[in-house]
């Protein structure tokens, strides 16, 4: 079946940087773009970017850009995404999803918590 | 830059209709994606392309989209429908989700 399987949980402090990676499995990698979603505790689902898997080409929310880098190995299947100058407002749950059909996010990983504290 | 705008909570008698709501100027023409996050679980597409239904979800989930609303409709509201709900469009290639709505099955 589709999966996608996120590494562990981080904790950082501020400052430093965080990459989270986006195990796809089930499906062939390359014809279909990985998003990045977050959630900070207790609040909504916040896009921050997105890869092309198949050619790399990426976009970033306005919000996030100079910060994020949302990269893919296609040998191993994965991608990834790297948050960079952490304040503890990036305290959050980091999604990855597929994005299907060109249009809606099926299905997303489990969710990695990045915890960021002095 | 666009905005969708959905209330913060929605309440449903056990066994009645709910209804849940996401504004947008001109929404009727895009594409709206409605997602299911319960406690501690990453969401879950329950409606793609405003009104289609993913294999696996009970047809008692429905949606409909017109003028500046989209609308996820649940029949027969469970327990088990107790959840947070989120819209989602595309603005310009950038993926616009509204704030969420707590559904509270009573």
């Known amino acids: 079946q589709v999966q996608l399987v996120q590494s562990g949980a981080e904790v950082k402090k501020p400052g430093a940087s965080v990459k989270v990676s986006c195990k796809a499995s089930g499906y062939i990698f390359i014809n279909n773009a990985v998003h990045w979603v977050r959630q900070a505790p207790g609040q909504g689902l916040e896009w921050m970017g997105w890869i092309n898997a198949g050619n790399g080409n990426t976009k970033y929310s306005q919000k996030f850009q100079g910060r994020v880098s949302i990269t893919r190995d296609t040998s191993a299947t994965t991608a990834y995404m790297e948050l960079s100058s952490l304040t503890s407002e990036d305290t959050a749950l980091y999604y990855c999803?597929?994005?299907?059909?060109?249009?809606?996010?099926?299905?997303w990983g489990q969710g990695t918590l990045v915890t960021v504290s002095s | 830059s666009y905005e969708v705008t959905q209330p913060l909570s929605v309440s449903v008698a056990l066994g009645q209709t709910a209804r849940i709501t996401c504004g947008g100027t001109?929404?009727?023409?895009?594409?709206v994606h409605w997602y299911q996050q319960k406690p501690g679980q990453a969401p879950v597409v329950v409606i793609y392309?405003?009104?289609h239904r993913p294999s696996g979800i009970p047809e008692r989930f429905s949606g409909f989209n017109s003028g500046n609303t989209a609308t996820l409709t649940i029949s027969r509201a469970q327990a088990g429908d107790e959840a947070d709900y989120y819209c989602q469009v595309w603005d310009s290639s950038t993926a616009i989700f509204g704030g969420g709505t707590k559904l509270t099955v009573l």
């Open positions: 392309k405003n009104t």
């Open positions: 999803a597929r994005e299907w059909n060109y249009d809606w996010f099926d299905p």
């Open positions: 001109n929404i009727a023409n895009k594409n």
